[in-house]
């Protein structure tokens, strides 16, 4: 057994352990964010989408008053 089988060997091995652990460690990351953030909106009654159908369509209408010069400066 030469050394270059056995380094290509090991490669392959810690590859694929890598793979595996990432793979665990994103899914445990994921569902604690997302699971706790989802259990805290409920508790708040905040809702991230606004899907409600309103008056049969799903466009929203636009407010075409005329704002004072001042509010464009400050849009975001």
Do not use: C, E
Not at 1 to 15: D, E, P, R, V, W
Not at 62 to 75: A, D, F, G, T
């Amino acid at each position: 057994m030469s050394f270059k089988a056995f380094k290509k060997g090991m490669h392959n091995f810690t590859t694929n352990i890598s793979i595996i652990i990432n793979t665990i460690l994103l899914i445990i990351v994921y569902f604690i964010g997302v699971g706790i953030t989802f259990i805290f909106a409920k508790m708040v009654g905040k809702h991230f989408l606004d899907m409600k159908l309103s008056k049969g369509s799903y466009w929203k209408t636009l407010n075409l008053k005329k704002k004072p010069m001042v509010s464009y400066y400050r849009q975001f």
